[in-house]
């Protein structure tokens, strides 16, 4: 199918020097040497060096000598060759392809093509490593001896380590929601500057708690080798917030915790999930178990789901994926579901993420597109109505997706099993696709994953690609961390989702009188209803009241920025916890948006600002997750700065030496503007450039901003008409974004 089987052994060898373990994101010099086997190569007749379609290794180049990722190629014997660069030339996962044509001359057994990426001998610091780690990296080689473009993987491939760098940010995670008396979990670990856990960390480290904590030590040690710790077995024996610090053996503070609420009793605790991610065997990196012991012992999850693309799950693979969820699966512990990623083409319905409950359940593929078993190509699905079909009586659910197929829920939902949407991913940010279920009519939870393809579920850096968004998490609330109980929050839409970041999310509403809370969405038909005084997130409900008490409270992890209380697609009020009156010498610059739905939906940013009149003292970046794309101040009132979108946003604080004096002029390929730095308030200024919220916004915050709780309580209005979808999106200051699943209400 995809590749010639025809004598690998004949086909040539290929051999990669150095060889051994080298740092994610660092330059080296790496020269290839094949080996032309018996048949040669003949004229016009081609190789490829092939990596992955998630590496983010540098795009080899061979017009600036001096510059990264200078990459020579040289026969033996004097033959031309033609050589290019495709990130899509060959058959995926191994898409990105060095691609080399003999164009005059051949090659004989035992001739030899020198590959040399990352040349240094004009001055280039190299060839800069992919930024997340792989045991098992490979320069994969296929030979075309026969000018026929029928390709044969080499039988023995080169390859190199790539690990782990020096850790450089510290995180210690803890639950955000338990009762007094309940046992959790803490984890610790190290991370490198492109969010690789670090096997560097050692010392002895204290851990300090603004409550006591039962069971916690009070210091630890940890050796070169290990990637992360855990502390099993705590509780806290009072009701109150705890926060937990980490520091070194010098007394250097290193970290602080995300919060984690002790509460006298709650009904439903809080699990942190990251519900869609895919290994090696399909377009991700490193293997399915390892994926999956990275989101337990590494990103410290409680729930997981393991979502490869239907199309590359061979019979054999689904299997081995369905024996490790049933090893993995401890209630009270770690939870994990068995699923795939149903990866139809958007004129079909687009993306759609299934999760089943129970192991054993058979996958109904969008197509076999990538599969030479054709044995069950009548199971297919190939459209999402008829997955929808397909899947009427399983006990699963399934969730919307963006990823490069688009999922169209206008063309497909069912609302039978499609309960939610992914907002965010690291794919970026998509507000569309709830406004797109709002605008329908839907009654759809919110969730936020990562899509990741770098091994790094649950805690998911974007790297240097153009994946642009760190990874996003749910949370859901359930009564206890069992597949029963974890199924019941995700068709409930009993959950808020998050761009990565942990933090106490409560939304409630609060009826004069008896309202029906219906136990299944009522569009369904007749059902069981119970009368409330009160919903949480996710609830459907019918009520007499002309209004309800709209209950939010919040414990983020960073200073708040703001928070939007929303009534399906309108913003009934921008709540922030600071005055006019506190405001200083901080503005915020904001870039954010897409151009487009389809999978090159990438808006670029690059630019800069000047300020006439005034002068920076301090510059922080906003949401940058790719250190290849920096803000450089040039000078006292200047900066330049390399910057792209995929539907979220980053930007910059920037602190002024005069709070009020000067003009701010910014330059960008879509936004060229002048503001009067004495009117930027509170409220933002938006300067419009087309697409899905494609702007730069500009507004001016504290100058330090200590408020990281809300408790906020407002009388909403209920329109009779339609359905009332109340919500909340709330944005830290450091960029993380919150959206609670809505809260549906009828009249």
Known sequence: MPHSHYLPERMGSATISPAGRFEAGSFQSFTLVYTAGYFGIDDTGSLKVVHRFASDMGRPQWSEPAAPNYTT????????????????????????TLFVRVIRGFLREGDTITICFGDRSQGSPGMRVQTFCEPTFEFRVLADPFATYHYTELPVQPCIAVVAGAPVLWKAIVPTLRTVGQTFRLGFKGEDKWGNPSDQVEGIFTLRSSRPIAGLPATFAMRRGEHSRSFENLSVAEAGEVRIEVFDAAGTRLCISNPLHIASDAPLLHYWADLHGQSEETIGTNSARELIEFARDRAFLDVMSH????????????????????????????????????????????????????????????????????????????????????????????????????????????????RSVEVHSDWGT????????????????????SDG?????????????????????????????????????????????????????????????DAQRYENDPKLGPGE????????????????????????????????????????????????????????????????????????????????CHLTGNRFERIVPINQWNLDKQIVQTDPASLQWSALTTGGFGGFDAWLADPHAGVLRIDTPLVKCEINIADVGREDQVFEAGGIRRQIRVFRLPDENPHQQARISRRIPLQAKDDNALYVCLTQEDGHLVWSSPIYVTR
């Open 430 to 449: 998509f507000e569309w696709l709830v406004h797109d279920a709002m605008e329908q009519g839907y009654r759809v939870g919110i969730l936020a994953n």
């Open 307 to 418: 979502q490869g693309n239907d199309f590359q799950i061979t019979t054999p693979f689904w299997e081995h994926l369905n024996r490790l969820t049933a090893e993995f699966n401890e209630d009270g512990r770690f939870v994990i579901y068995p699923g795939y990623e149903w990866s139809g083409n958007t004129g079909l319905g687009g993306d759609r993420n299934v999760m089943f409950m129970r192991e054993g359940r058979p996958i109904h593929r969008s197509s076999h597109a990538l599969l030479e078993d054709l044995s069950d190509l009548a199971s297919d699905a190939n459209s999402a109505r008829d997955l929808f079909d397909a899947l009427k009586d399983e006990d699963c659910v399934v969730f919307a997706h963006i990823g490069g197929r688009y999922a169209d829920i206008k063309m497909a939902h069912d609302l039978r099993i499609e």
């Open 453 to 513: 393809h770098k091994g790094r579920h649950g805690a998911s850096h974007p790297g240097a690609s153009l994946f642009g968004a760190y990874g996003g998490l749910s949370c859901l609330l359930a009564r206890d961390l069992t597949r029963e109980a974890i199924f019941d929050a995700l068709r409930k839409r009993h959950h808020y989702a998050t761009t990565g970041c942990r933090m106490l999310l409560d939304v409630q509403a609060h009826f004069a009188s």
């Open 529 to 608: 209803t119970t009368a409330v005084r009160s919903a949480i997130m996710g609830d459907i409900l019918h009520c007499i009241d002309e209004t309800l008490e709209l209950r939010v409270h919040a414990v983020a992890s960073a200073p708040i920025e703001r928070i939007e209380i929303r009534n399906r697609l309108a913003v009934l009020e921008t709540w922030r916890p600071y005055s006019e009156r506190e405001l200083g010498r901080r503005i915020r610059v904001i870039w954010e948006g897409s151009e487009y739905r389809g999978r090159g939906r990438q808006t670029v940013w690059d630019g800069g």
């Open 73 to 96: 190629v040289k026969a033996s014997n004097g033959a031309v060759l033609e050589v290019h660069y495709d990130a899509k030339r060959n058959v995926r996962p191994w898409d990105k």
